[in-house]
Structures are given as structure tokens and as C-alpha cells.
């Protein structure tokens, strides 16, 4: 079990970027991991963002924030990271990452219930 800490959250204006950071324990293996990225507006579910097999495979996302957002891994550090460009209000929601337990297989995917351990998340607020 490893909870994750995520930081880089804030507000921005419609348009604008930002740079949200995965921090996993120093002592903790990041290689060979699926690992994702959720959001979670309020009064509704929790979904799926990005996710990305830390092995070497190109980063899933959904379709809303294709071309816009890019997931990043750096093994040294310990930190997968989320890039976000051109933030629309749509996006606004609590942020998280997650690692999904070796228990699961399949292809990595930011499924929900296949990801158990989360961390206080960052909000992520995008003005009109």
C-alpha cells in the first residue's frame, strides 16, 4: 500500500497551463507500474484521466484532454507528472494519482476500481 502525495494545483484562467506532480516514497519502485491520474469534480464520480505503464508505453488519456495534457514519468525522482495546456473550466476538479496493485493486470487504463490507495489529491480550478 503506498499513498501518493499530488501538488502543483491552483487557479487559472481559461486558456492557461499547469504542472501537477505524483510524489511516491523515496524507498518506493516506480518501475514496471501502471500508474494513472483521476479527477473528481464536485457532486460527481471520480474518473479517469491519463495513465501510463511506467515500463515504456506511450501514455493513455481520455478523449477530453487529448492534445491538451501530457503524462510524464522520472524514475530518479520518484514523480510522474501531469502536464495540462489549455485548461477549460470543464476541468475544473480535485486531482489525484494513484498506483494500481500488482493484483490487477490488463492493459493500464485509468479504471477506477482497479486503483485502491489514494492520496489528499490538489485542486485544480479553471476560471471562465
Known amino acids: 500500500q503506498v499513498q501518493p502525495v499530488e501538488t502543483g494545483g491552483g487557479t487559472v484562467q481559461t486558456g492557461g497551463s499547469l504542472t501537477l506532480s505524483c510524489h511516491l516514497p523515496?524507498?518506493?519502485?516506480?518501475?514496471?507500474?501502471?500508474m494513472a491520474w483521476f479527477r473528481q469534480a464536485p457532486g460527481k464520480e471520480r474518473e479517469g484521466v491519463a495513465s501510463?505503464?511506467?515500463?515504456?508505453?506511450?501514455?493513455f488519456y481520455r478523449d477530453s484532454v487529448k492534445g491538451r495534457f501530457t503524462m510524464s514519468q522520472d524514475n530518479a525522482k520518484n514523480v510522474v507528472n501531469l502536464q495540462m495546456n489549455n485548461l477549460q473550466p470543464e476541468d475544473t476538479a480535485m486531482y489525484f494519482c494513484?498506483?494500481?496493485?500488482?493484483?490487477?493486470?490488463?492493459?493500464?487504463?485509468?479504471?477506477?476500481?482497479?486503483?485502491?490507495?489514494w492520496g489528499q489529491g490538489t485542486q485544480v480550478t479553471v476560471s471562465s
Open positions: 494513484s498506483v494500481r496493485p500488482t493484483k490487477y493486470g490488463g492493459p493500464c487504463r485509468p479504471f477506477v476500481p482497479a486503483f485502491e490507495d
Open positions: 523515496s524507498g518506493y519502485d516506480i518501475t514496471q507500474r501502471c
Open positions: 501510463l505503464w511506467t515500463a515504456g508505453s506511450a501514455p
